[in-house]
């Protein structure tokens, strides 16, 4: 008797772990074994899940990072950049003011991509200057896209992705992360804010004559740069993959065309 109440306790124990153990299981969601470049529409409200893969330019280390974003805010954050006003008396004071009323109102949407990024450098044991760099490579690992502020159809585009009628020709940081599309100052506008909330000093210069605008970050490095108050702010192309910092393109590496736009000057 007393073996047969042995076993039947002993069943009894081994049911309870197996049926915890498959239990767990199902409330552990599964993690993808491959990350990659995508996002999916989760809802009827047109919100976003992305998951993006990009490797650093110096060390090819590779990242990955999963984030949501909602058409609601994104929307809100277009009303708001439609209704910018400035006083501009020059082309740098212009896209200066700009930028700043931009990276000014986007600042509370995008906390959650500052944290979600400094997790990621802090796993990795990261430098300053590799997190510089995982944060520049973000974004120039998203293909490049047109923002005019124009008809796409008036303009020549080739081949590449194109959103027009935009006003001001670019998007909020808020917008690009959750459209994916950015051209070069929508881009350079995004970077300078992450790059600020992890308390960088970045730059961001325009050309008139290279109709082009660029990040610069005064961070130790070598190559092209511009000189501000006694601080060397070096280049940092944002429009494709592969460039490190302190390289020009050759199409554009005439320092002199470069002219400061908005730069921190606490």
């Known amino acids: ?62 990242f990955c990072a999963t984030y949501p974003s909602e058409e609601k805010i994104s929307q809100a954050t277009a009303e ?68 005019l502020n124009i008809n796409c159809d008036e303009y020549e585009t080739g081949d590449r992705p194109c959103i027009g009628n935009v006003a001001l020709g670019l998007l909020s940081p808020y917008e690009f992360i959750h459209s994916l599309y950015g051209d070069c100052d929508t881009r350079a506008v995004l970077i300078y804010t992450l790059l600020e909330e992890l308390g960088f000093d970045p730059m961001i210069v325009v050309s008139d004559e290279y109709a082009h605008a660029m990040l610069a970050l005064n961070i130790p490095a070598s190559g092209d740069h511009l000189t501000h108050r006694g601080n060397n702010y070096y280049f940092w192309e944002t429009t494709a993959k592969g460039w490190p910092i302190g390289m020009l393109p050759p199409s554009t590496n005439n320092v002199n065309y470069w002219k400061i736009a908005l730069v921190n000057e606490l």
Request: aromatic share 10%; proline share 3%; net charge negative.
């Open 1 to 62: 008797m007393k073996s047969v109440l042995r076993f039947l306790i002993f069943i009894l124990i081994v049911y309870s772990v197996l049926s915890g153990l498959i239990n767990l299981q199902k409330r552990v969601p599964e993690v993808p074994e491959v990350c990659e470049d995508r996002f999916e529409v989760t809802n009827e409200r047109l919100d976003r899940l992305h998951q993006r893969d990009w490797e650093a330019v110096s060390s090819s280390t590779s």
């Open 80 to 147: 708001r950049r439609n209704k910018i006003t400035f006083e501009a008396f020059g082309y740098e004071d212009l896209w200066g003011t700009v930028y700043k009323n931009l990276i000014l109102d986007s600042k509370p949407t995008i906390g959650f991509l500052v944290d979600s990024l400094s997790a990621i450098a802090s796993e990795k044991q990261l430098s300053r200057s590799d997190l510089a760099e995982m944060i520049v490579t973000f974004v120039q690992d998203i293909p490049y896209s047109y923002v």
